[in-house]
C-alpha cells in the first residue's frame, strides 16, 4: 500500500489544529494500547510508535465526528483501533513488497525478520478488535472486520494482476477502492456513526471518505511517473517494476496510438530505467498522465459535494481542505 | 504452532460421533463462509478447504455446548470463526517457520507465496470477525480477539527466546498456554457460554480446555524426541533444530549432571543429528523425557477433574475421551 506518502506531519498538524488536544489523547492511547511487560513484544511496539506517523485516519474520524452531542470518550477507542488496524496493514504490506524503508527508518521486517512482522500485524490487529470489542458497539466491529477483509482481497488482487495487461479502468478502481479507500471512507462513517448523526450525514462523511481514499490513490500513483524520488520517499516507478498497473498505464493500453508497445514493455515482466523513461514519454503522448489527473480531481469534486450535505459539521471546512491537500500534494 | 499432529480424522470421527450432523454444518458453513468471486482468493480458499483438517476445535465447541436448551444456530458461525482463527494462525505460522508441508500438501507459501500467505491469513481472521460480530455478542467477539493477541504474543515470545537456555518451565508454561491452549480453551468456553451454562460451568469448561491444551502440547512436543518422523509427519528433533526449548530440554538444563555439556550443544546454535542423538541421551539419563510425560499427565487429571463439575452435559464422557486420546497418541 502506498499510503505511507499522505501528507507530512508540519503540514497536517495545522489543517489539525482544532482537534491537536484530542489527537494527542489519541496518541497516548495508542501508546497505552501497546503498553507490555514482554521483551519482543515490547521492543516491536516502542519502535512502531517511534516511528511516528500522521494519524490522519484518527484525525479524519474525529473531524468527522464533530456533530453536535458527541462524546469524546465513545470516540477515542475507535479512533484508536482505526490506526492500530493501519499501523497492522502497513507492517504486513512491508513483507508483502519486501520494503526496505518506511518513514526513512528501517522496516520491521528489516530491523528483525518477517516472522516478526507477521506476528507483530496479527498482533496489531487483535489489539484493534479486543478495543473495538470493548465498546460494546457491534456496529463497529463488524465494520472494521469487513474493512480489513476488503483490504486483504484488494492486495491479493493486486499480487495477482502483477503485469496483466488485461485488467481494465473498472478493474482498478475497485482494487485502489478496496486497498486504500474503504479504510478512510470508514473512518469517517465510524466517527459521524458513533457521535450518533442521523443515517444521511453519516452515508454523506462515508462518501467523503471513500472519494478522498480514491482520489488520494490516483494522485499517489501518478506520483510514481512525475515525482522526484527523494521527495516522494521512494523510487520513482517502483509500481511499474512491481507490475502494479496504474490508471496512466491502463488508459493508454486502451488509447495509445503505441498500445502494443506498451503492451510488450510491460508482458517483458522486466522494466529498466531505460524502459521506465519510454513508457512515461508514451504516457505523456496519450494525455495518459492528465487524463489520470482528471479523475483525481472528479473525485475530489465528489468529495466535496458530499460535504455540502453536512452543514451541520463544524469541522467541513477543514475536511474540504483537507481533501485538497492530499490530491494536490506534489511530493 | 504445531497442532497440525492432533488426532487423526479415522480416530476423531468416532470420538466425534454424537455431534457428526452438527459438524457438517460446521463444514458447510465454512465453505460458504470462503465463498468468493475473485480469482486467485478463491483458488487459495478452496484449497485451503480440501486440505481438509480435523475440525478438532469446532467439534470441542460444539462437545462443550451440550447443555439443556442451546440452539444450534447460534453455535454454528461462533464454531466456524473459531476454525477460520485456527486456519489464519496455521496459514501464517508456516511463513514464521518457514514450513514445506502441511497435512501432506504443500503450504500456502510453497505453493504461492509468503506475501500469499500473509494476506490470505488476514482475510481469513477478517472473516472470523466478521462472522462473530454478526452473532450481536461482544463477548464471543472480545475473547477472540484477546486470543488471538496471546496467541501472536506467545510465537513472538518463542521467537525472541529461541536457543536461550535462561528460560525457565514457568516460561514454558506462559509460552504454550499462549500458543495452544488459550485457542482450545476459549473454543469449549464459548460452546458453553453461547449455550446459556451457569458461569461454573463456563469456567469449568474453560480450564478443561486449558489443560487439554496444554497437555497436548507437551505430549506433542515430547514427540520431537520419541517419534518416528513418518509417523508425526515432520522431522524428529526439528524443535530443538529451530532453537525451540520444551519441557524435557529444560528439565534437564535445570537438573542433569551433564547439564553443562546441554548448554554448549544449545548455545552452538547448529545442531546436527549426532548432536540430537547426545541431547537424546542426555534427556533419558536425567529422567527429563519422563518428567514431562508425568506434567502431561498431571494435565490430563485436572482436564477430568474439570470435567466432574459440569454433570449437566450430555457429552462429558466423550470429553474425556479425547482428552485421553490427545495426550496418550503415540504419533
Redesign the interface.
Known amino acids: 500500500m502506498n499510503s505511507q506518502a499522505l501528507p507530512s506531519r508540519g503540514s497536517t498538524l495545522e489543517l489539525f489544529g482544532e482537534i491537536e488536544s484530542e489527537l494527542q489523547q489519541v496518541e497516548e492511547a495508542i501508546e497505552a494500547s501497546l503498553a ?1 511487560q ?4 515490547g521492543e ?1 511496539s516502542t519502535y512502531l510508535l517511534r516511528a511516528g506517523g500522521k494519524r490522519i485516519r484518527p484525525a479524519l474520524l474525529l473531524l468527522a465526528s464533530r456533530f453536535p452531542g458527541r462524546r469524546l470518550g465513545d470516540l477515542i477507542p475507535v479512533a484508536v483501533a482505526v490506526e492500530l488496524i493501519h499501523m497492522a ?1 502497513l507492517v ?1 504490506d512491508d ?3 519486501d520494503s526496505q524503508l518506511r518513514r526513512g527508518r528501517p522496516t520491521v521486517n528489516v530491523r528483525w ?4 512482522s ?6 496489531l ?3 484493534a ?2 478495543l ?3 465498546t ?1 458497539d ?1 456496529r463497529v ?2 465494520i ?3 474493512v ?2 476488503e ?3 484488494g ?3 493486486q ?2 494482476t502483477a503485469f496483466d495487461t488485461g485488467q481494465t479502468e473498472a478493474d482498478y478502481f475497485e482494487r485502489i477502492a478496496r486497498k486504500t479507500g474503504y479504510l478512510i471512507a470508514e473512518s469517517c462513517r465510524l466517527g459521524a456513526l458513533v457521535a450518533g448523526a442521523s443515517p444521511e450525514q453519516v452515508q454523506a462523511l462515508y462518501e467523503y471518505g471513500l472519494a478522498v481514499g480514491i482520489s488520494f490513490q490516483i494522485a499517489d500513483d501518478l506520483l510514481d511517473f512525475t515525482g522526484a524520488a527523494e521527495r516522494v520517499g521512494k523510487p520513482v516507478g517502483g509500481d511499474l517494476k512491481q507490475g502494479i498497473l496504474t490508471l496512466p498505464v491502463l488508459h493508454a493500453l486502451a488509447h495509445s496510438g503505441r498500445a502494443a508497445e506498451l503492451h510488450r514493455v510491460i508482458a517483458a515482466r522486466s522494466i529498466d530505467d531505460e524502459a521506465l523513461a519510454r513508457v512515461r514519454t508514451i504516457l505523456e503522448e496519450a494525455g495518459s498522465l492528465q487524463y489520470a489527473r482528471s479523475r483525481a480531481e472528479e473525485y475530489l469534486a465528489r468529495a466535496y459535494a458530499q460535504l455540502e450535505k453536512v452543514p451541520e459539521l463544524a469541522s467541513r471546512h477543514t475536511l474540504k481542505r483537507i481533501a485538497e491537500f492530499v490530491v494536490n500534494r506534489q511530493f
Request: a negative charge; hydrophobic letters at 50%; aromatic letters at 8%.
Open positions: 507490555t514482554d521483551g519482543l513484544v516491536v496493514t504486513h513483507v508483502v513488497d525478520s518477517n516472522p516478526v507477521v506476528l507483530t500485524g496479527d498482533y490487529f487483535a489489539r478488535f479486543s473495538l470489542a470493548q460494546g457491534n466491529v463488524r472494521m472486520a469487513d480489513v477483509f483490504m486483504s482481497r492486495e491479493l488482487m499480487i495477482a
